[in-house]
């Protein structure tokens, strides 16, 4: 039963600040590096391969917590580009009528530059494919390191039981382990569970 963890990456500057971090290429701020260090796997519980966004924060997080695996950049896993909201928070962009009839529908207004949904999905879900018929055949566990927006995607379209979008969020750092078990018959994975997170230490 090859099984697979879906992480979001740990914290950047940033996240801290609230800020819509889609394309914008940051390391991890202290916190996040301690949280990662903090949620680092056990030797014995580190896969083989673990999948990552191209981003430092996501690359970044994969090393500390699982230390010595070999690491996929895979371009499909990069986080939503927000277009003319990228890198600015809620107070910068108060006002904007754009902006706030976005965040009225939920993310699902059309806005130029603005990367959908729909477009998300369909790129990490190609990206997603490989990397399970790759662990299934092996009947290898694995990980990948992402962001919050593929990790809805991915499981809004895949995973069973079926949830609403946004139930699958997660903090950084936190994620969700999948069963890949019926993934060659099914093209769709179960659920067992959030992944255990710890706070980093003061």
């Known amino acids: 039963m090859p099984r697979l963890e879906l992480v979001r990456h740990a914290m950047t500057q940033g996240n801290l600040e609230l800020r819509w971090t889609g394309t914008t290429?940051?390391?991890?701020?202290?916190?996040?590096?301690?949280?990662a260090r903090a949620?680092?796997?056990?030797?014995?519980?580190?896969?083989?391969?673990?999948?990552?966004s191209p981003l430092l924060r996501?690359?970044?997080?994969?090393?500390?917590?699982?230390?010595?695996?070999?690491?996929?950049?895979?371009?499909?896993?990069?986080?939503?580009?927000?277009g003319?909201?990228?890198?600015?928070?809620?107070?910068?962009?108060?006002?904007?009528?754009?902006?706030?009839?976005?965040?009225?529908?939920?993310?699902?207004?059309?806005?130029?530059?603005?990367?959908?949904?729909?477009?998300?999905?369909?790129?990490?879900?190609?990206?997603?494919?490989?990397?399970?018929?790759?662990?299934?055949?092996?009947?290898?566990?694995?990980?990948i390191v992402t962001h919050g927006g593929v990790i809805m995607a991915l499981c809004a379209a895949l995973a069973t039981p079926e949830q609403d979008y946004y139930e699958w969020w997660v903090p950084c750092c936190g994620g969700w382990l999948l069963d890949l078990g019926k993934w060659p018959e099914t093209g769709r994975f179960s659920l067992l569970g959030e992944l255990p997170r710890k706070e980093a230490a003061e």
Request: charged share 25%; with cysteine.
């Open 84 to 143: 003319p909201f990228e890198n600015k928070n809620h107070r910068e962009l108060e006002g904007d009528p754009l902006y706030e009839a976005w965040v009225k529908s939920a993310g699902a207004a059309p806005v130029p530059g603005l990367e959908s949904r729909e477009a998300v999905a369909a790129r990490a879900l190609s990206a997603f494919r490989p990397a399970a018929d790759e662990l299934t055949a092996l009947g290898e566990d694995g990980a």
């Open 39 to 52: 949620n680092a796997r056990p030797r014995d519980a580190v896969p083989r391969r673990v999948w990552s």
């Open 25 to 35: 290429d940051q390391p991890l701020a202290p916190a996040g590096a301690a949280l």
């Open 58 to 82: 996501c690359r970044e997080t994969a090393a500390l917590l699982y230390p010595g695996a070999e690491q996929v950049p895979v371009p499909g896993f990069r986080e939503t580009g927000f």
